[in-house]
């Protein structure tokens, strides 16, 4: 199994502004999910992307998938104090393997 | 709240001691999960359980003892453990056993060993 890699490892924004995470993979997958982690919590699920989808919105978040590249991003727009956490992608070969996170901070 | 409760929240334990972790979900999930997060590094699968049976065990040390008496009980015993072994424990269910569907986490267990 492999894991995504996230990037950048850390974020800071002002409150208001969008902010913009990328994973990376390696081998081909069914599915690619982003999750957020508030500091000292469980890991809590935002967006499931499937493989033959490239575009998925819910609310404030919008995700891309780019099989070609095996990459995604995660778009946060208009964002908020309440949005700082870590946020984690992973993606499905066997059981969910996550990568280490960004870190985003939102400055009110 | 979740739907995955661990328990407890905080543990501080010696090096000597042995104590079990517990996790409990009503969702009529099939499959957990014990993740460990260390700080600054990936999450790092550690067991997997489907219908109750242990499905993958990812090269953990023997101090680490899992055990699922039910499709909605999962536990983690620990004995004899290191200070390295400090750290955050997740418990995770999902439908089924892989990845088709979202994981729900449990807010996880604060580990110190001293």
């Known amino acids: 199994s492999q894991q995504g890699e996230e990037d950048p490892q850390a974020l800071s924004i002002q409150e208001g502004e969008n902010a913009t995470m990328n994973c990376s993979y390696k081998?081909?997958?069914?599915?690619l999910q982003w999750y957020r982690q508030n500091s000292g919590r469980g890991l809590v699920h935002l967006i499931l992307?499937?493989?033959?989808?490239r575009e998925k919105h819910s609310g404030r978040l919008r995700v891309t998938l780019d099989t070609s590249k095996k990459s995604s991003s995660l778009l946060i727009t208009a964002s908020r104090a309440a949005d700082t956490a870590s946020y984690f992608c992973?993606?499905?070969?066997?059981?969910?393997?996550f990568g280490a996170g960004t870190r985003l901070t939102v400055k009110p | 709240e979740t739907g995955v409760t661990q328990t407890p929240r905080h543990l501080v334990m010696g090096m000597t001691n042995k104590k079990s972790l517990k996790c409990e979900q009503h969702?009529?999930?099939?499959?957990m999960y014990w993740y460990k997060q260390s700080a600054k590094k990936p999450l790092e699968l550690m067991f997997v359980?489907?219908?109750?049976?242990?499905?993958e065990n990812n090269s953990v040390p023997s101090r680490f003892s899992p055990e699922c008496p039910n499709s909605s009980h999962l536990f983690l015993h620990l004995h004899t453990l290191q200070p390295e072994d400090s750290a955050l424990y997740l418990c995770?269910?999902?439908?089924?056993?892989?990845?088709?569907?979202?994981?729900?986490f449990g807010s996880g267990t604060r580990l110190t060993v001293v």
């Open positions: 081998t081909s997958i069914n599915n």
């Open positions: 992973a993606t499905d070969g066997g059981d969910m393997r």
């Open positions: 995770a269910s999902s439908p089924g056993q892989g990845a088709a569907y979202g994981y729900t």
């Open positions: 969702l009529g999930h099939n499959a």
């Open positions: 359980y489907s219908l109750e049976e242990r499905v």
């Open positions: 992307i499937r493989s033959n989808e």
